[in-house]
């Protein structure tokens, strides 16, 4: 089993900052892709940020320039670091991985943290 711990959430001014850290443990033989999700109140979860092994980076439109994702391969670890936040940024976060485990032939299984939320006042 895996399990994917958050942290870092809260309530914070536009304008502001906010540090997201997950970590993953458990039964781990590696790990590929790791991001962050979001999901507003009434809306559909999406990709926020997604980051290889290897490090290349994706975002979504409207964070470029203000989140910066990045991920410690020693330490099964992915953060984002959210800039310049906004109102529209207010959602509960999601981390995930995807995740092959030990002695397992699944192959890489999507793993998902439990959510932070992320409260940006105007």
């Known amino acids: 089993q895996v399990q994917l711990v958050e942290s870092g959430g809260g309530l914070v001014q536009a304008g502001g900052s906010l540090r997201l850290s997950c970590a993953a443990s458990?039964?781990?033989?590696?790990?590929?892709?790791m991001g962050w999700y979001r999901q507003a109140p009434g809306e559909q979860r999406e990709l926020v940020a997604g980051?290889?092994?290897?490090?290349?980076?994706n975002y979504e439109d409207s964070v470029k320039g203000r989140f910066t994702i990045s991920r410690d391969n020693a330490k099964s670890a992915v953060s984002l670091q959210m800039n310049s936040l906004k109102p529209e940024d207010t959602a509960v976060y999601y981390c995930?991985?995807?995740?092959?485990?030990?002695?397992?032939?699944?192959?890489?299984?999507?793993?998902w943290g439990q959510g932070t939320q992320v409260t940006v006042s105007s």
């Open positions: 995930y991985a995807h995740v092959a485990e030990l002695r397992s032939f699944a192959g890489l299984v999507k793993y």
């Open positions: 458990g039964n781990i033989a590696s790990i590929g892709n």
């Open positions: 980051i290889t092994s290897s490090g290349t980076t």
